[in-house]
């Protein structure tokens, strides 16, 4: 599916190819919260990198966040980048080396209409902030941290086709 996004001032276009276009993925962590979440959650998306086309790049910014090394608990940069518009703030799109070919797009920042999920992932539960309530209906998942499912293999246990 392609999926086409914008900032909300409209000087950062792109579209990117996704296998994986349901929003099934609602994270807590402090990072993505303060980033990109203002019901106190983010949605991340999965995205093939190699089909990204961006328009505005030049009004690309990126940021970079420091966390805890989870062998020495000494911070250090992550190895995300988190791009968003210098001109509005807008979060768009995380991206990786740890994942090159993988591209995740906030879904705040999508215009194409998207696929509603039969159920929702809550993760790094642990790092919810106090005055966010947790909305998961029955069939949904939550985790303290991370769960074992990728978003393909979630896809993929649910059937779920991609036009």
Known sequence: MLLEGSCHCGAVKFSVQSPHP???MLCYCSICRKTAGGGGYAINLSGDYNTMKVD???NVAVYRAMVKDRETGIPKQSNAYRNFCSKCGSALWVWS???PDLVHPHASAIDSALPIPPERTHILL????SW???HAD???RTFDKYPNESIAAWHERLNLEVE
Request: hydrophobic share 15%.
């Open 138 to 140: 029955p069939q949904d």
């Open 22 to 24: 349901y929003p099934y």
């Open 97 to 99: 080396p740890t994942w």
């Open 126 to 129: 642990d790092s919810k902030a």
């Open 132 to 134: 966010t309530e947790l």
């Open 56 to 58: 505005g790049e030049h």
